[in-house]
């Protein structure tokens, strides 16, 4: 059973910075794409970014590209998401997703396609 498990979310002045990390078990995850997510009160749920274990391959969504960085550790079996320049708007529940993934090229980008999801991390920005 995939478990997923963030961490690292917190409050935060706008401009500053924080690292959400995300542990995984349970499975081999050598052909997993790992995603974050946001969601903010009554907002649907968006993709952030994400990420291929094998080959790094990484994908951002357009709005995020410049402030937020993906990577991942595999000895670790941790996905991170650095946040830098964040912004009262950047305030929501941050989710990390994992799937499996046919194509060694693909990257899923919407909530359909992850099967696992984590618990989520808070992130509150102040103005």
């Known amino acids: 059973q995939v478990r997923l498990v963030e961490s690292g979310g917190g409050w935060v002045q706008a401009g500053g910075s924080l690292r959400l990390s995300c542990s995984a078990s349970?499975?081999?995850?050598?052909?997993?794409?790992m995603g974050w997510f946001r969601q903010a009160p009554g907002k649907e749920r968006e993709f952030v970014s994400a990420?291929?274990?094998?080959?790094?391959?990484?994908r951002y969504a357009e709005s995020f590209k410049g402030r937020f960085t993906i990577s991942r550790d595999s000895a670790k079996n941790t996905v991170y998401l650095q946040m830098n320049s964040l912004k009262p708007e950047d305030t929501a529940g941050y989710y990390c997703?994992?799937?499996?993934?046919?194509?060694?090229?693909?990257?899923?980008?919407?909530?359909?396609?992850?099967?696992?999801w984590g618990q989520g991390t808070q992130v509150t920005v102040s103005s």
């Open positions: 997703a994992a799937t499996a993934v046919a194509l060694i090229e693909d990257i899923p980008t919407t909530r359909e396609e992850y099967n696992y």
């Open positions: 349970g499975g081999t995850f050598s052909s997993y794409a």
């Open positions: 990420i291929r274990w094998r080959t790094g391959i990484i």
